[in-house]
């Protein structure tokens, strides 16, 4: 079975500096990763997605984020955000080309 | 491109009665739409699978009878609550993935708000 863990419930942080959310997860087989942005009573929006290659992914809205296989992490990274960041993001794996499976999110607030 | 719509964004319902809820992929073909569950400040929860003209995989948990799935078409997959409770109030969420694009992304509808009074 798969799991995802978001390290981080909450972070706070001030405008224009930078952010790293935190995932880990575990799978005993190959996985896709996902990194997803939701606002406030809207669905979820692709921030990107890793499935081979570089492990460095860009994404939208400025965002990346690094696939360490010997860690099992895909931590979720911004140099300088804005406060028009400001919502949850999840942290999704996807083992099978199936079913996806969500962390449990962490609310991000930007504070001016 | 990849389009997902939802209807009704939010109903309001009497304990007791039925409602339906579709998910519509805009401007693909999907073999393969999924529904969430979210409850508020949670995650989101699958609770079935439903592919194309055959029956939907319920996960775990999950009252088939209770939360009917039909995917009729490539395109329309419907989630109908059946004597809903106060306890079925939640965001519904549904994926739907683009057949031709391949299997590995979902693309999310923007949710349906239920509220059962």
């Known amino acids: 079975a798969q799991s995802v863990t978001q390290l981080d419930s909450q972070v706070p942080v001030f405008e224009e500096a930078p952010v790293e959310l935190r995932c880990n997860y575990s799978s005993s087989v190959s996985v896709y990763l996902f990194w997803y942005v939701q606002y406030p009573n809207q669905g979820l929006q692709l921030l990107l997605k890793y499935l081979s290659g570089s492990t460095l992914v860009k994404g939208i809205n400025g965002f990346e984020a690094e696939f360490n296989k010997s860690q099992t992490s895909f931590h979720l990274r911004k140099p300088s955000v804005h406060i028009s960041d400001t919502a949850e993001y999840f942290c999704a794996v996807s083992p099978n080309n199936n079913d996806m499976r969500f962390g449990a999110g962490t609310r991000l607030t930007v504070k001016p | ?117």
């Open chain 2, 1 to 117: 491109g990849a389009v997902v719509s939802q209807h009704p964004s939010w109903v309001i319902c009497k304990s007791g009665t039925s409602v339906k809820i579709e998910c519509r992929s805009l401007d693909f073909q999907a073999t393969t739409m999924f529904w969430y569950r979210q409850f508020p400040k949670q995650s989101l929860m699958l609770m079935a699978t439903s592919n194309e003209g055959s029956k939907a995989t319920y996960e775990q948990g999950v009252e088939k009878d209770k939360f009917l799935i039909n995917h009729a078409s490539l395109t329309l997959s419907t989630l109908t609550v059946t004597s809903a409770h106060p306890e079925d109030s939640s965001f519904y969420i549904c994926s739907a993935r683009d057949f031709l694009a391949g299997a590995y992304e979902q693309y999310f509808g923007p949710g349906t708000r239920l509220t059962v009074t």
